[in-house]
């Protein structure tokens, strides 16, 4: 079955480095994603990696992949009020790529 | 820049009452959907389609239905709306399987 899950809060303090976690259950995952909402607006994409990498990084952001354990994480460096925001992983299916399944989200609350 | 608008931000509705949620994208994208997002439960599918006039059911279609008529439009149908429909409605769109584009959302509250 397609289930993907997340913790729903992280709070971190400014300056410091944030990791969000999530779970997926489907091992034919093609694409694994990472987006971002932010307070009264849609979701946007952050970064995303193929099945068939162990690890991305973008600037600030870090993305691991374990598929052994079915794990994805996010790190977040130097973490800024302005990252405050929901973030979901979402994971794209084999043989249905057009259709994502996305965790129930992570608020992360950064403070002073 | 692309863009995903949702015609309204903000509905409240009685139980009962046909509700109508209009999305367009400015974008060509084929592919269009309609989530539904709950604290707690994440987003969760109720409809989408890969073309005009071609729908299929996401995980949670009970309730809802939709229209494609043309490319740019997709719209989203509660016939009579009920109290737990109340919830953010999202919009998005995507061309293959790379990017959803996600519009601002509807918040809808059935009373």
């Known amino acids: 079955g397609e289930d993907v899950e997340q913790s729903l809060f992280l709070s971190v303090r400014e300056g410091d480095s944030s990791v969000i976690n999530c779970t997926y259950t489907d091992s034919s995952s093609t694409y694994l994603y990472w987006y971002k909402q932010e307070p009264g607006a849609g979701l946007q994409l952050l970064t995303y990696i193929f099945s068939n990498m162990d690890m991305k990084q973008d600037q600030r952001l870090t993305v691991l992949l374990n598929k052994k354990d079915k794990h994805l994480s996010l790190r977040i460096a130097d973490t800024q009020t302005g990252d405050s925001a929901i973030y979901f992983c979402?994971?794209?299916?084999?043989?249905?790529?057009?259709?994502?399944?996305f965790g129930t989200g992570t608020r992360l609350q950064v403070f002073p | 820049d692309v863009k995903v608008t949702q015609s309204s931000r903000y509905l409240v509705k009685r139980t009962g009452e046909k509700v109508f949620l209009e999305c367009v994208q400015d974008?060509?994208?084929?592919?269009m959907f309609w989530y539904r997002q709950d604290p707690g439960l994440g987003l969760r599918l109720i409809y989408f389609?890969?073309?005009?006039?071609?729908?299929e059911k996401g995980d949670i279609p009970e309730g809802y239905s939709v229209s494609r008529e043309k490319k740019e439009r997709f719209s989203l149908i509660l016939e009579s709306a009920s109290t737990n429909q109340t919830s953010m409605y999202l919009c998005a769109s995507s061309q293959g399987r790379f990017q959803l584009f996600f519009g601002e959302g509807s918040r809808l509250t059935v009373l």
């Open positions: 974008m060509d994208h084929e592919n």
């Open positions: 979402a994971e794209s299916l084999r043989g249905n790529t057009d259709k994502l399944i």
């Open positions: 389609s890969y073309d005009v006039k071609m729908k």
